[in-house]
């Protein structure tokens, strides 16, 4: 049967191929005529057909012209669309589809063509280059231009003509071409089908007999496996040579499946070997505890002597740290001697580079055991049999795992290897993980200290500034009063100034003396009753002056008497004054500023509503960052230190409130404080 198949199959490889390539080579033909015909010769044909149309639309408005005829169109202006539509036809003509030949002979052709076509435009540009002549108004042509005007069309009519004629020579071969490769195709496949048909159908009877009716018995052999008679076996001694080999092939597939099974076992059991070291490593508190789990479970689980691990250091080259685990019945080994830990390092980075693991089952083979390290190793350890794995992440080596045996030489499978990797690859995120954590630990620690010591630098500072700054406040008063003597209109102008800085300095500090304190102890606030309406009747009566000063507008509508919050009526107070002073300094003069109060459900919402320059949609996110003003602010030179919407917000979220800022540049703010209808009494921090 296995001849009569080789036959068959040889019959088969001859013909299906054949044809196929007989195939391949027509429709290769036709595919390269219907290319021709539709990328080249057909765009150039319709282009030259364009050609001769608007010549003769050009050569017809020219005999109008010269005749004083009004003409339809002029025909020098038909000279660039001409020139387009021969560049058509020479990308038509140039295309690679055609042959060198062809695109050769084409290429003299169009040169003929262009020639008459320019020679015509320049003689019938020359024709009507006369004056109109006094009599009839038409030009005055010279003849000889004229003359050669006609010749010259004559020519193109030749030329082009014989360009046409050679195009559509060519597209009818091509078309006949495409013809006849397509009936060729046709032919040949049909002729293979049925030879291959008569081939298959006698080659079936013959193969029914040896391989069919066995095959048949062989399946009801593997029905009865599915239906758990693992024991059933097929006959070796009936069919075809090919089908009683595979008869016991089967019987030898049903023989290895029983240590197939135990072998899934097995991998089931090191996948949750992988599983448990890694549930192990997750819950160290530190790395070294970490790889301790490491190595005694993946030790136990791989029913292994020994485990070591050799953690490096930053260099990459010398041992960090040692851990090893090993039986009840084996002593701790010893450190490396000094050849061989010098070399860790190194086989890091050779096993990394190279296979990723080193695996020897028996380490005195006289194969293994003629390489000194082996041989080193074997002395250092007593092992026997050895796995060594790289511990590593990325490009860096962290250190290296030997799993040993030393009672007995032992093969290790790959299932083993993998698992081992596995474990290695855990030691190594282990590694990296906790030493990250750690020096995350290590910097959010330095972070706090160095916050902390912000908080106290600036603490000290604005309190060391206080006193200085109420000496020259002091000095200043004097000054002004004439204390040290009579003050000249000059003079008094600068004291003016200093005493407009030394103010707005010593808001400054003060405003970074509350900011400082809300940051080391929270916003120590006592809670009171407070009517709202006595809160914003406070806040314009401190505004108003300034407002005046300033010519804006301050509006405070009725306030209903039951509006209440429960606050520290101070705090509040001061960050309200900060908005009011805000809506006022960023309003121009003739605006107005609106303070209005309203309960919302569970919430009193005090709003400070300004007609002023607004803040631009890019600084809304920033606006409560210290130090940070709108940019329209500062190019304008409006005064500020970027420390009064901070201190709004740390007041008002103290409060278990919330500040709600809305703006449009050019038309104005709406700040809102959102305080809760009731809090507690007591210290708010």
């Not at 015509?120 to 003359?147: C, E, H, I, Q, Y």
């Not at 007995?408 to 698992?419: C, G, K, N």
């Not at 109060?597 to 400070?608: F, K, M, P, Q």
């Not at 631009?616 to 030179?637: H, K, M, V």
Request: a negative charge; glycine letters at 8%; one cysteine or more.
């Amino acid at each position: 049967m296995g001849s009569q198949i080789r036959v068959l199959i040889g019959i088969l490889v001859i013909l299906v191929p054949l044809s196929a390539v007989v195939s391949v080579a027509t429709i290769h033909s036709q595919s390269a005529a219907v290319r021709a015909l539709t990328l080249a010769l057909g765009p150039a044909s319709e282009a030259n057909s364009s050609v001769v149309l608007d010549m003769t639309r050009a050569e017809g408005a020219w005999r109008q012209a010269v005749v004083g005829a009004p003409a339809p169109v002029d025909p020098l202006s038909l000279q660039a669309r001409i020139d387009d539509e021969l560049d058509r036809v020479e990308r038509g003509t140039q295309s690679t589809e055609l042959a060198a030949a062809d695109r050769a002979r084409y290429a003299t052709l169009l040169g003929a063509e262009r020639a008459t076509v320019d020679e015509w435009f320049a003689a019938a540009k020359a024709s009507l280059a006369g004056a109109p002549s006094s009599a009839s108004g038409s030009p005055a042509v010279d003849p000889a231009a004229r003359t050669r005007a006609e010749t010259a069309y004559a020519r193109f009519g030749q030329a082009s003509a014989s360009l046409g004629d050679t195009i559509r020579a060519h597209r009818n071969a091509a078309r006949v071409d495409s013809r006849e490769a397509t009936g060729i195709t046709s032919g040949v496949i049909i002729a293979a089908a049925a030879l291959v048909l008569i081939v298959l159908v006698a080659a079936g009877f013959g193969m029914d007999r040896a391989v069919g009716r066995p095959l048949a018995r062989l399946r009801e052999v593997v029905r009865r496996q599915a239906e758990e008679d693992v024991i059933a076996m097929a006959n070796q001694e009936e069919g075809a040579l090919e089908v009683r080999m595979l008869a016991r092939d089967f019987n030898d597939l049903t023989r290895a499946n029983a240590r197939l099974v135990d072998q899934q076992a097995a991998v089931l059991e090191m996948q949750e070997l992988v599983l448990d070291v890694g549930r192990g490593a997750r819950g160290a508190a530190d790395v070294r505890e970490a790889l301790q789990r490491v190595t005694s479970k993946l030790g136990a689980g791989l029913g292994a002597d020994r485990v070591l691990l050799y953690t490096l250091a930053d260099d990459g080259q010398s041992i960090e740290d040692r851990l090893q685990w090993h039986t009840d019945d084996l002593p701790d080994l010893p450190p490396l001697p000094r050849s061989l830990a010098q070399q860790v390092g190194a086989v890091n980075d050779e096993l990394r580079r190279d296979a990723g693991f080193f695996d020897l089952g028996d380490l005195l083979a006289h194969g293994a055991y003629a390489d000194e390290r082996v041989r080193a190793f074997h002395r250092a350890t007593g092992a026997l049999s050895l796995l060594m794995l790289p511990v590593g992440t990325g490009g860096r080596g962290l250190g290296i795992m030997a799993v040993l045996m030393v009672n007995a030489p032992r093969r290790w499978h790959r299932h083993e290897i993998q698992a081992a990797q596995q474990c290695a690859a855990i030691a190594a995120q282990s590694i990296v993980s906790l030493r990250l954590s750690q020096m995350q630990d290590e910097q959010v620690q330095r972070l706090t200290e160095l916050d902390r010591q912000k908080t106290d630098f600036m603490a000290t500072v604005s309190h060391e500034l206080r006193t200085p700054l109420t000496s020259i406040s002091g000095y200043l008063e004097l000054l002004v009063d004439g204390d040290f003597g009579e003050v000249s209109d000059g003079q008094h102008v600068a004291l003016d100034i200093i005493g407009r800085n030394a103010t707005r300095l010593r808001g400054l500090i003060e405003d970074l003396l509350v900011l400082n304190k809300i940051e080391i102890s929270g916003l120590q606030a006592i809670a009171e009753e407070v009517a709202v309406r006595d809160l914003l009747r406070t806040v314009t009566e401190t505004m108003e002056p300034v407002a005046a000063a300033s010519g804006v507008r301050l509006i405070c509508p009725v306030v209903p008497d039951d509006l209440v919050v429960k606050v520290d009526r101070g705090q509040v107070e001061r960050a309200l004054i900060n908005l009011g002073s805000n809506a006022v300094k960023f309003t121009p003069e003739g605006g107005e500023v609106v303070l209005t109060a309203e309960r919302s459900g569970g919430s009193t919402i005090i709003s400070v509503h300004d007609t002023g320059i607004g803040i631009p949609a890019a600084d809304l996110a920033r606006l409560s960052e210290r130090f940070f003003r709108a940019g329209n602010a500062t190019a304008a030179a409006i005064p500020g230190t970027g420390l009064g919407l901070a201190i709004v917000r740390a007041i008002v979220e103290g409060h278990g409130g919330e500040l709600v800022i809305a703006s449009v540049e050019g038309e104005g703010s709406t700040m809102q404080v959102v305080l809760p209808v009731a809090q507690p009494a007591g210290v708010l921090a």
